[in-house]
């Protein structure tokens, strides 16, 4: 039997309300899936501990197979976030942030090297390489900072949402990459409010709201559950509407 990318069991996270509540999710290998929800879902939240940024107060993470709670640097090795603001050091190159972040994977500098470089290729900054990140508008930070992401060959990437603030043209290239990624078996997560983009990219859809599950499938699945042919949009405003 094939181990699920993602495995979430009876996840819970409170802060002054519960946001999280026994929350369930399975993930396969070199899916790409969407999770949508209204604001103050808790999808960032979900995304968050699956990342290890944020302690569960209950349930079980495992990223294929790793017990992201009992050993979270073997689940990080495998995995890679990135926020919607995006994290880059003003005073570095994007040819030196990349390094930098492939030190930190203890990667070798030969190969960290020409990770770099494929990746600024990939993305579209050539032109920018040498330039100091702080001048950037935001979709080059984005660029940047999904580039960090992938220097060390994730086999798990989780993004809240990637594309907020970029042009046609960044979000494109952002779209192209990560579709990349699913066809050499990679598996994307990603939360979007731009629901046409789920529409167009996921082989999956998750809707959630108060912090539960409330509907999966495929776009198809969906339909069919609404019981009419209707797009993307629509189905996620009704889940929505009859959870409340």
């Known amino acids: 039997m094939t181990v699920p ?3 979430i069991a009876s996840l819970a996270k409170s802060f002054d309300r519960p946001v999280v509540a026994d929350f369930d999710l399975t993930i396969r290998a070199g899916e790409f899936y969407a999770l949508l929800g209204p604001n103050g879902a808790g999808k960032t939240t979900i995304l968050r501990m699956v990342a290890g940024l944020l302690q569960p107060d209950a349930g079980d993470i495992a990223i294929f197979g790793i017990d992201a709670r009992r050993d979270p640097v073997a689940a990080k090795r495998v995995t890679a976030w990135v926020s919607d603001e995006p994290m880059v050091y003003d005073r570095l190159t994007p040819l030196e942030y990349l390094e930098f972040v492939a030190g930190l994977w203890q990667i070798d500098a030969s190969t960290a090297e020409a990770k770099a470089n494929e990746l600024i290729d990939w993305l579209g900054l050539r032109p920018h390489a040498n330039e100091l990140c702080g001048g950037f508008s935001k979709g080059m930070l984005q660029k940047v900072a999904l580039a960090g992401a992938l220097v060390h060959d994730p ?6 949402e990637p594309l907020t603030g970029l042009d046609a043209g960044s979000a494109r290239q952002v779209k192209d990459v990560l579709l990349g990624k699913v066809r050499d078996g990679v598996t994307v997560i990603m939360t979007t409010h731009i629901l046409e983009v789920a529409e ?4 999956r859809i998750g809707v959630i709201n108060q ?3 409330i509907a999966e499938g495929t776009l198809a699945d969906l339909r069919t559950r609404m019981g009419r042919e209707s797009s993307l949009e629509d189905i996620f405003l009704d889940l929505v509407a009859d959870a409340a």
């Open 200 to 203: 167009r990219m996921a082989e």
């Open 155 to 160: 086999r798990l990437i989780i993004l809240d």
């Open 211 to 213: 912090g539960r599950l």
């Open 5 to 7: 990318a993602l495995a």
